[in-house]
């Protein structure tokens, strides 16, 4: 039991206001659009107004409706009425302030009980516009996560724990595993068995963890469904039950194979670079300004003696010979302002032993290189290398006197042995003046000619000497000259030349230079070769040497149409003391002579020759000029 | 046209020889006269002074000879007076092959030319004067 209230009125009013709903009444009876009716005081502030401010007719409220909306509302009204139905209706209205709200009305029609006629229409009014506003942004919020979840490159998913499900799983898990969302959730151990064997502990691991409610963070590989391996990076937050049961799983990966690549060729390039510097021969030190040592690469403990932590304590300038430290000094003074630049050394360092040993090195200034910031120098142990070359070079001395001497020798042997035949050239030549008995004259040229015959051979074994053993000289070739003197210098022949033509034509005025005594030898003997093996049936023997200069090379060519050489021997003139028969007149050296001072120069030759036609020498030798 | 005196200065006493009789048979001079060492030929020139017209023409000039060389000769040479050399004109007579020697020959001012032996009738009519 309790009391009746005192006012019911006063009841309504709070109960409205405390609920922005309002009520109103229309009269059906009258058909009278502005015929005045009921708005509760809620509905009057409900559509801008103060309670009272206006008369509430059904035109009026129309009014207020939205005119997009008005159609319905009508529509709405008058199907309620008609059919006796409940309404229930959203509208939006435009209000006298310029707002728009949105409001649900609910109506329901009231009969009369005797006629059965609708006498009322009666209704409730609500502001809903926040309500609406929320839950319109709250499934734009949600359309957006969807949108969300299903672009990004991260797989999002969640698993039930206790039924083993998959609840959800993005479409990124296509583009990370290679499988679709229906393949993943279909076999819902998928994950796991497409993880690399060796990284399934990972997976095992974590599991405890996540019993206790931590959240596990873990990297490892998969098998992708196009067979390649990726790398994977996880976040996995567990959900407990009250009882501490794990019920739910929610996770993250992403495919993280490119930071790994990254990092894992970082690494094996540091692993390469250190390995290489700690396996090179060559010592590797960083120092400061001050000359003290901030890294030393283990052979630089081998090749000084001094073990890496000795090393900061020593000055290393100091440790360079007096006689090289000057130059050390100013050398890196020298290069402490120019970043980058680099200085050779040669100098002699004591050992922590105490001898003397010499290094070569180059040191880079990387004072301005942040990972360096010092001076890198790469040296090695070339001491013995030092010494080598210092005893190559004494030797060198040695061999270079006595090939002077050597030299000498050689002329003076072959003046000795030709001045001899030089006297006794004369006296034959004389006596010859003195006598015109035939067979005297016949003796005499016989003598003559075995002399002739000496001298060559003296002549071809200073050449062959000569050649074997001098550098080769550089020098500005005429070769006018030495055509010239080799035409007048026949060897192993008498003064007269058979009526052999011995011609030439150089042509080129390109200055060249080679050596003038190898190519004295070439010439010499081939146009002798020439001009002795003339072909006596030819009735215009010659011997035509042409010369064509130009600044790669001198290009020459010495041809006969002498007797020619027997293919079968092709290979064999160029051999030493080769001689083609007895009746031939010369020492079997000349064309010997020819091919190693032709090699001496750096030059090639071929030829070609055929019996009773003739003979090509065709010879190129590099120009030395520039 | 033959030389009136030419001077042979030669140790080797054939090639002496050989070059008087091939001079005397080839009518290439008059007075040929030879010496065996360069200090020899230096003495000669030296008395020759005071009668300018005793002097040789023409001078024949081994090169290796003991003491005193073709090449110490000239050396000396150098230091004669103006009015000898003006008067005398060398060719270098040698078997040598070194062509050091005969660039070096060629390079003295007083060396007109430098001729390997023997001395021959070909040689001879290359120097016949003009």
Partial sequence: MQSKPADLKYHLELSQRMANIGS????????????????????FRILGYVPGEIVPTYSAFLNSVHPDDRKEVIAAAEESIRHAKKYDLEQR???????????????????????????????????????????????????????????????????????????????????????????????????????????????????????????????????????????????????????????????????????????????????????????????????????SVLFASSSMHRITGYAPDELPQVDIGLLFHPDNQDAMISNLENLFNKPGETARFVSRFRRKDGNWIWLEGV???????????????????????????????????????????????????SHDLRAPLASLSGLIELTATETIEPELLEYLTMMKQSVQKLDGFILDILDYSRNSRLTVNKEVIDFHELLKDASEHLKFMSNERSGVDVRWRVSGDTPFQSDNSRLKMIFGNLISNAVRYYNVHEPQPFVEVTVLVSEKEAFIKVADNGVGIDPKLHDKIFDMFYRVSNKSVGSGLGLYIVKEAIEKVDGTMEFSSEPGVGTEFRIRIPNLTG | MSYKKVLIVDDAAIDRLLAKKMMSKFSFATDVHTVESAM??????????????????????????????????????????EDIKKKCVIVMLSSSLHPEDRDRALASPYVYKFMSKPISAEKLSELTKI
């Fill in chain 2, 40 to 81: 020899d030929a230096l003495d000669m020139l030296k008395s020759c002074t005071p009668i300018p017209e005793s002097l040789p023409e023409l001078i024949f000039l081994d090169i290796n000879m003991p003491q005193m060389s073709g090449f110490d000769f000239l050396d000396e040479y150098n230091k004669l007076p």
């Fill in chain 1, 93 to 291: 209205h435009l209000l006298p302030d310029g707002r728009t709200i949105v409001t649900q009305s609910v109506g329901e029609v009231i009969f009369d009980p005797k006629t059965g006629l609708p006498i009322k229409l009666c209704g409730a009014i609500k502001d809903v516009t926040e309500s609406k506003q929320a839950q319109e942004a709250l499934e734009r919020t949600g359309k957006e996560m969807q949108t969300l979840f299903k672009n990004i490159d991260e797989v999002l998913y969640s698993v039930d724990m206790q039924e083993y499900r998959v609840l959800q799983m993005s479409p990124a898990c296509e583009k990370v595993y290679g499988y679709t969302v229906q393949e993943m959730t279909d076999n819902p151990l998928k994950w796991f068995e497409v993880i690399l064997e060796e990284d399934q502990h990972i997976i095992h691991e974590s599991d405890p963890v996540m019993r206790r409610g931590d959240t596990v963070v873990n990297e490892h590989r998969i098998r992708h469904k196009d067979g390649s391996i990726r790398w994977l990076g996880g976040r996995l937050t567990p959900t407990l039950d009250e009882t501490g049961k794990l019920i739910r799983i929610d996770g993250v990966c992403v495919d993280i194979t490119a930071r790994k690549e990254a990092e894992q060729a970082l690494l094996d390039s540091e692993r390469k670079y250190r390995t290489l510097l700690e396996n090179s021969s060559d010592g590797i030190v960083v120092t400061d300004r001050n000359n």
């Fill in chain 1, 363 to 413: 040191t880079q200034n990387l004072l301005h290189e942040a990972a360096v910031n010092g001076l890198v120098t790469n040296f090695r142990d070339v001491t013995d290398r030092i010494e080598y070359e210092e005893a190559l070079r004494a030797a060198n001395v040695d061999l270079k006197k006595t090939n002077d001497e050597l030299d000498r020798f050689v002329y003076s042997v």
């Fill in chain 1, 24 to 43: 109103w009444e229309m009269d059906l009876t009258v058909d009278d659009q502005d015929a005045p009716q009921y708005w509760s005081d809620e509905t």
